[in-house]
């Protein structure tokens, strides 16, 4: 049997009403301020024996002559090399396989790095290829000589490349990322440093 309102005292009224924008508040609160998502950490340098090695794959594989690699030091990931331009070459990475990763969830890759001033790119590869041979999905991130930063790559700015290439597709498939690296190929010969803390999706 419904009971009509103006037939409830207003003082019970006013309880009821106080009753129900109290329970409604964290629901409204929430909508308005959503949790931000928890950012996955992919790689911190412990060094611990479960962690994907690092390789190098340089210039050499089509006749250059830069030198970089790879290099686990106190806590640190150490990205260092020299960069030539002879015979054509001009670029150096660093590659990490392990278990295939799924960042269908994530926006970005985020990286604390200290560097030494040049443009850096972060690299990513699936299970696409072109030609019978790897696509790696790439883009360019800054750094400071010497200084720590935070740096942000939106998965959306990572454009398909083969060997310098760029290429109009297959876009990437962020349910299997099956490599993450760091290259340097900015055309500017010598000497060249990276020292990268953590990497991590959000």
């Known amino acids: ?23 409604a508040a964290p629901t409204a609160l929430a909508a308005l301020n959503p949790t931000p998502p928890l ?15 690092w390789i190098a794959v340089n210039d050499g594989v089509m006749g250059g002559v830069s030198r970089g690699g790879a290099k686990l030091i106190d806590g640190s990931l150490h990205f260092r090399g020299v960069l030539s ?10 590659r990490s396989g392990g278990p295939t990763r799924d960042l269908q969830a994530a926006k970005a890759i985020m990286l604390r790095v200290k560097g030494d001033g040049r443009t850096y790119r972060l690299q990513l590869a699936t299970n696409a290829e072109f030609r019978r041979a790897r696509i790696s999905y790439q883009a ?26 760029k290429l109009s597709g297959p876009p990437l498939d962020r349910t299997r990322i099956e490599e993450i ?22």
């Open 181 to 202: 690296g760091l290259s340097l190929s900015d055309g500017n010969p010598g000497a060249f440093a990276l020292e990268v803390d953590w990497i991590k999706a959000e």
């Open 39 to 53: 950012a996955v950490t992919l790689f911190e340098f412990s060094g611990a024996p479960n962690e994907p090695a």
């Open 1 to 23: 049997m419904a009971i009509a309102l103006q037939n409830i005292p207003q003082r019970v009224r006013a309880l009821i009403l106080t009753s129900l924008l109290a329970s």
């Open 85 to 94: 331009l002879e015979n054509n070459g001009g670029f150096s990475s660093i």
């Open 140 to 165: 360019e991130f800054p750094t400071k000589r010497g200084e720590w930063t935070e740096v942000t790559v939106p998965l959306a700015s990572l454009v398909p490349q083969f060997r310098g290439q």
